[in-house]
């Protein structure tokens, strides 16, 4: 006779997640971060307390003659299209170097792992 509460042996075995799961939680939020600048996405705009800030991360690793010369740009009317494409794939590259193996993906790849 069985019971609804009969223990199958694998209740505290933890889901562990496969390298796919890695793969996707770093594309969340690597996402994330170049939309919304910062990781988690804000629920409403001044509430959410970041655990990464993109402009912090960028301040940090890169000349600001950059961000100048993007602006100037901007103002200018040039054409940056390109550059913009390029400076778009250097920081996400730069992202998935830093963020591959941290916490943060870590804690989203075992959320993908138990289908939440």
């Known amino acids: 006779m069985s019971s609804q509460n009969e223990a199958h042996g694998d209740e ?3 889901v562990q997640p496969t390298e796919r799961d890695y793969d996707l939680a770093l594309d969340l ?5 170049m939309t ?12 959410t307390k970041s655990e990464f800030n993109l402009y912090d991360f960028l301040a940090e690793r890169q000349d ?7 602006y100037l740009g901007v103002l200018t009317g040039s054409n940056i299209y390109g550059r913009t494409k390029r400076e778009i794939a250097t920081v996400e590259e730069m992202l998935e170097k830093h963020l591959r193996g941290s916490e943060i993906v870590e804690t989203v790849a075992l959320d993908i792992s138990r289908g939440e």
């Open 64 to 70: 600001s003659s950059y961000w100048l010369e993007m």
């Open 12 to 14: 505290d075995c933890p």
């Open 29 to 33: 939020v690597i996402e994330t971060i």
């Open 36 to 47: 919304h600048g910062m990781w988690p996405e804000p629920k409403r705009p001044g509430v």
